[in-house]
Antibody, heavy 118, light 109 residues
């Protein structure tokens, strides 16, 4: 069974940093590209960041460029999101998702809440 | 930047009725890389349809995806009580990589 479990969310002050993790199991992690998507309270879905399965190819949304860094450790079946210079508008539930072969997010984690507030 | 528009914003229907949800793209969707998701309160989105018309694993056949180019439709042939939720369409592109529509809420009438 495919499982994605996020952790690392919490309350942080504006300008602060946080590192999210996503533990993957039930599939060959190194064979899949992965993404982070977020959802602000009561709002829709916003794609944040992408990382290729094995090559160093990364894409970020304009809203997080220069502040967020996606990475992965295929040996540990783990995905990460380092978030720096956090803003109030980064407050959201952050989901990690596996990317399927047709550009879809075929499996999603349960999400971790990041709250940026003073 | 490509934009997805979903209509209606809210659909109020009764169990057993047919639901028709629309997703329109501002630019043609490459290779019909268009997906649909269902999200219930407090839960992560769940993939229903990928590549416009293919049901994901375990998705009942009452969920039907169709369309190509810039116009796509998700049809729920007969609404079950568990189908009342928010539905998002998503396009896979070049920049940004994932584009989501604003969602359609399907409410119980």
């Amino acid at each position: 069974e495919v499982q994605l479990v996020e952790s690392g969310g919490g309350l942080v002050q504006p300008g602060g940093s946080l590192r999210l993790s996503c533990a993957a199991s039930g599939f060959t992690f190194s064979s899949y590209s992965m993404n982070w998507v977020r959802q602000a309270p009561g709002k829709g879905l916003e794609w944040v960041s992408y990382i290729d399965s094995s090559r160093p190819i990364i894409y970020n949304a304009d809203s997080v460029k220069g502040r967020f860094t996606i990475s992965r450790d295929n040996a540990k079946n783990s995905l990460f999101l380092q978030m720096n210079s956090l803003r109030v508008e980064d407050t959201a539930v952050y989901y990690c998702l596996r990317q399927g072969h047709h550009g879809e997010g075929d499996y999603w984690g349960q999400g971790t809440l990041v709250t940026v507030s003073s | 930047e490509p934009v997805l528009t979903q209509s209606p914003g809210t659909l109020s229907l009764s169990p057993g009725e047919r639901a028709t949800l629309s997703c329109r793209a501002s630019q043609s969707v490459i290779s019909s890389y268009l997906a649909w998701y269902q999200q219930k309160p407090g839960q992560a989105p769940r993939l229903l349809i990928y590549r416009a018309s293919n049901r994901a694993t375990g998705i009942p056949d009452r969920f039907i995806g169709s369309g190509s180019g810039t116009d796509f439709t998700l049809t729920i042939s007969r609404l079950e009580p568990e189908d009342f939720a928010v539905y998002y369409c998503q396009q896979y592109g070049s920049s940004p990589l994932f584009i989501f529509g604003p969602g359609t809420r399907v409410d119980i009438k």
